[in-house]
């Protein structure tokens, strides 16, 4: 087993780090779409229901 490894630690923090922002960031923009859309068609989706 070498004692060189290829992988350096803190590139794979920056790449756990890079993936958990994405993920962060897709999560925000479906929650404010969701809210986005819950204040614009809210009554009327209400409506459907009522």
């Known amino acids: 087993m ?6 350096d630690p803190v590139d794979i923090d920056r790449e ?3 993936r958990t922002a994405v993920g962060l960031g897709i999560w925000l923009t479906l929650t404010l779409a969701a809210v986005l859309l819950l204040l614009l068609f809210g009554s009327f989706i209400t409506g459907l229901f009522v």
């Open 16 to 18: 756990n780090a890079r």
């Open 2 to 7: 070498s004692t060189t490894d290829s992988h």
